[in-house]
């Protein structure tokens, strides 16, 4: 696997990102089962669900977190893994008919258009499990064991009840809802930012332990760009479209969900995200040498157009 170029200015934001994309990409495809291997559709439908498409900025989160901390490199591959293996779950069951029925995902057919909807339920059951199989595998890529289990603890709080699958489970009793400005916060610190924080703080435990002060400015960092996220998720929904989304647009408002658009409007929705992306960028000053990478993913999830 080739190796990460050195994180300093001279070395661009686009081609540390990519080294990051392949190293994931390889480590992806080779902890996800064979095609050859039974049941062989099942594992056909899990490797279309996470193989070569995506932004991959979870494990971006995790690496640049992890190169804050001196982690090492094979431990953040698990590490990158396996919050990709929950988020790709969690796309494969959010696009399913009982949820968002959806057909169109990383620019491809869902999963339940391509292979059915009771094989898309078991591949996302199937990457939530090989999600903590690879995060164990961390350990042995040189994390201690102490932090591998924090790590799996943490994992399993981001996706579970509390997190990922709470605020999606708010998401669907909000729909015809116009939530007030604080349960809409609520919901996508769950749905979106759980697992975003949860990156950051994998790829932070890989590594060596920050002072307090330090801590904490990577915990607002990490809140920071996990709600900026969402709120640029809804003015994409609105102000995107198929071609440049991968997926369909304008299905907020046809399914009528709340959204940061819909309670404060697109102008204060814009304003609202630069306002997070400064507190980020705010939260890595304290975190000081070392946080380049974290400041320029900061600033990619505020101006991404995909
Ligand atoms: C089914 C338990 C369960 C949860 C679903 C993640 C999620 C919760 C739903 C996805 C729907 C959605 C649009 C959520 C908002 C933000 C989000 C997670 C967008 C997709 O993530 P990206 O943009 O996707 O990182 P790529 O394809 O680039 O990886």
């Known amino acids: ?18 080294a990051v994309a392949a190293r994931v990409e390889i480590a992806l495809a080779r902890t996800l089962p064979d095609e050859e291997l039974a049941p062989q559709r099942l594992h056909q439908a899990m490797r279309y669900a996470v193989l070569g498409a995506g932004k991959r900025v979870r494990p971006l989160l995790v690496h640049a977190a992890g190169q804050l901390c001196k982690a090492p490199v094979a431990a953040l ?3 990158a893994c396996a919050v990709e293996l929950i988020h790709a779950y969690s796309l494969v069951h959010d696009d399913m008919p009982c949820m968002d029925d959806d057909a169109l995902r990383r620019g491809k057919p869902t999963v339940h258009i391509a292979y059915g909807e009771a094989l898309a339920m078991l591949v996302g059951d199937a990457l939530q499990a090989l999600a903590f199989e690879s995060l164990c595998g961390a ?30 489970a708010i998401d669907l009793a909000s729909v015809g ?4 400005r604080e349960s809409l916060e609520d919901m996508h610190r769950r749905k979106t930012g759980a697992m975003l924080t949860a990156s950051v703080r994998l790829g932070a435990w890989c590594g060596d332990p920050l002072d307090a002060a330090r801590q904490a400015a990577l915990e607002r960092y990490a809140a920071a760009i996990g709600l900026a996220f969402q709120v640029v998720d809804d003015i994409l929904d609105v102000e995107g479209d198929a071609g440049t989304l991968g997926k369909s647009a304008g299905k907020d408002a046809l399914n009528d969900k709340p ?18 992306r400064d507190d980020a960028y705010a939260a890595c000053d304290t975190l000081g040498a070392g946080a380049q990478r974290l400041h320029q993913i900061a600033r990619l999830i505020v101006e991404r157009k995909s």
């Open 1 to 18: 696997m080739s190796a990460l170029p050195a994180c300093s200015d001279e070395v661009a934001f686009a081609d540390w990102s990519a």
């Open 77 to 79: 591959d698990s590490a």
């Open 139 to 168: 350990g042995a890529q040189g994390a201690s064991a102490a932090s591998t289990v924090r790590m799996c603890a943490e994992l399993a709080r981001a996706a579970g009840s509390t997190g990922m699958a709470g605020g999606q």
């Open 177 to 180: 809802l116009q939530l007030d």
């Open 259 to 276: 959204t940061y658009v819909s309670v404060i409007g697109l102008e204060a929705s814009r304003d609202l995200a630069r306002g997070l």
